[in-house]
């Protein structure tokens, strides 16, 4: 027989009160209180189990990943800098996992439509987007209308390498050395320069209207179709000056033909030792360059991302591979995935005040 005290004890549990009530013990209102105490009680247990099967779910998600091919999305047409980068990264990724790997190319729309597209994939780490900095921090401020947003709803894993801009001038045609010489020079012959322009919204343009903004000049500026065209024309002397990035161009500076007259820099880079950075010309900060990474759907788990950036890592371990991106003169920019998101995040502020400023829209 069981004391009174006891009886009250169990009578306190939930579902004792809804036995209890289910056969009519007890006054109505107490009925319905047990049963709405024991319908909490469930529902917390059921949120407790999915909660503890998704923590156990991702870390074995990250042990069996990939366990099948890897589709890398890439935002331009095969040949180019970011196409080729593509590529040796999935070739490193192939050979770490030993799981093929399959580029796809979708030009088009400044990376706007392959970036879109990673943008609706699964995020379950096998659509991945190769992409620059300017489909990433510089689209979002150009185009007024993007059916994604390259910022929330793509999530940075790691960079491969980055590609810095130099400012040159057609060597016969500018006596200027360095840039102080070259903005004296333009001021006083304003009708002698020009400027090639890549195209309204790229890097080197926007560089441009930045370097024009600090300097004060006002050069008239003539567009061609790309950074190729652009230069052709400062060889031929046409044009006077504009900003490349060296690798195509490296052959002409050694030849005499351009003339480099300022790194957009952190440090002076090893294969134009002699060129100095713009900072130690008197524009502190004045950097331009291009980075090339890996990103993912938004919501692709941590363990993935984390596996992935480590291949964005070691990748720069491969002597052979380092030495093709070391050729291709593409810098090598080892972060982690954290790390790389920061940066992400600060050239997207840098972009938008200077595309902003520049007023150029592509929409």
Same mark, same amino acid.
Do not use: C
């Given at each position: 027989?069981?004391?009174?005290?006891?009886?009250?004890?169990?009578?306190?549990?939930?579902?004792?009160?809804?036995?209890?009530?289910?056969?009519?013990?007890?006054?109505?209102?107490?009925?319905?209180?047990?049963?709405?105490?024991?319908?909490?009680?469930?529902?917390?247990?059921?949120?407790?189990?999915?909660?503890?099967?998704?923590? *156990?779910?991702?870390? @074995?998600? !990250?042990? %069996?990943? =990939?366990?099948?091919?890897?589709?890398?999305?890439?935002?331009? &047409?095969?040949?180019?800098?970011?196409?080729?980068?593509?590529?040796?990264?999935?070739?490193?990724?192939?050979?770490?996992?030993?799981?093929?790997?399959?580029?796809?190319?979708?030009?088009?729309?400044?990376?706007?439509?392959?970036?879109?597209?990673?943008?609706?994939?699964?995020?379950?780490?096998?659509?991945?987007?190769?992409?620059?900095?300017?489909?990433?921090?510089?689209?979002?401020?150009?185009?007024?209308?993007?059916?994604?947003?390259?910022?929330?709803?793509?999530?940075?894993?790691?960079?491969?390498?980055?590609?810095?801009?130099?400012?040159?001038?057609?060597?016969?045609?500018?006596?200027?050395?360095?840039?102080?010489?070259?903005?004296?020079?333009?001021?006083?012959?304003?009708?002698?320069? *020009?400027?090639?322009? @890549?195209? !309204?919204? %790229?890097? =080197?343009?926007?560089?441009?209207?930045?370097?024009?903004?600090? &300097?004060?000049?006002?050069?008239?500026?003539?567009?061609?179709?790309?950074?190729?065209?652009?230069?052709?024309?400062?060889?031929?002397?046409?044009?006077?000056?504009?900003?490349?990035?060296?690798?195509?161009?490296?052959?002409?500076?050694?030849?005499?033909?351009?003339?480099?007259?300022?790194?957009?820099?952190?440090?002076?880079?090893?294969?134009?030792?002699?060129?100095?950075?713009?900072?130690?010309?008197?524009?502190?900060?004045?950097?331009?360059?291009?980075?090339?990474?890996?990103?993912?759907?938004?919501?692709?788990?941590?363990?993935?991302?984390?596996?992935?950036?480590?291949?964005?890592?070691?990748?720069?371990?491969?002597?052979?591979?380092?030495?093709?991106?070391?050729?291709?003169?593409?810098?090598?920019?080892?972060?982690?995935?954290?790390?790389?998101?920061?940066?992400?995040?600060?050239?997207?502020?840098?972009?938008?005040?200077?595309?902003?400023?520049?007023?150029?829209?592509?929409?």
């Amino acid at each position: 027989m069981i004391s009174r005290p006891r009886a009250e004890t169990l009578i306190r549990h939930p579902e004792v009160r809804a036995k209890r009530a289910s056969k009519g013990d007890g006054p109505g209102r107490a009925s319905f209180e047990a049963l709405a105490a024991l319908g909490h009680l469930r529902m917390t247990g059921l949120v407790l189990m999915l909660v503890a099967t998704a923590l *156990s779910t991702s870390p @074995a998600m !990250a042990q %069996t990943y =990939p366990s099948r091919p890897i589709k890398i999305i890439v935002s331009t &047409s095969a040949g180019g800098i970011t196409d080729i980068l593509a590529r040796f990264l999935g070739a490193h990724i192939t050979a770490r996992t030993g799981q093929p790997h399959v580029i796809d190319n979708r030009a088009g729309g400044s990376g706007n439509i392959a970036m879109a597209e990673v943008a609706r994939a699964a995020p379950d780490g096998y659509t991945l987007g190769f992409a620059n900095t300017g489909n990433i921090t510089i689209n979002p401020y150009l185009f007024s209308k993007l059916s994604y947003d390259p910022l929330n709803d793509l999530i940075p894993i790691g960079p491969v390498g980055t590609v810095p801009l130099f400012l040159v001038v057609n060597a016969a045609g500018v006596p200027a050395k360095n840039v102080a010489e070259f903005i004296a020079y333009a001021k006083a012959n304003p009708d002698k320069v *020009s400027y090639a322009g @890549a195209g !309204a919204g %790229t890097t =080197p343009d926007l560089a441009h209207s930045e370097f024009a903004r600090r &300097s004060g000049l006002k050069l008239v500026v003539v567009p061609h179709r790309g950074t190729g065209p652009a230069t052709t024309a400062v060889i031929g002397g046409s044009v006077q000056a504009t900003f490349v990035s060296m690798g195509p161009h490296i052959e002409m500076v050694r030849k005499g033909t351009l003339r480099v007259l300022g790194a957009a820099t952190p440090k002076r880079m090893p294969y134009v030792p002699d060129v100095p950075t713009f900072a130690e010309q008197g524009f502190p900060g004045f950097e331009a360059s291009t980075w090339f990474a890996l990103f993912a759907p938004r919501g692709t788990p941590k363990p993935i991302l984390d596996q992935l950036n480590s291949y964005t890592r070691s990748l720069h371990e491969d002597a052979e591979l380092k030495r093709r991106l070391e050729s291709s003169f593409v810098d090598p920019l080892i972060l982690t995935q954290p790390e790389f998101a920061a940066v992400v995040r600060a050239d997207a502020v840098k972009w938008e005040r200077i595309v902003r400023e520049s007023g150029a829209k592509l929409d």
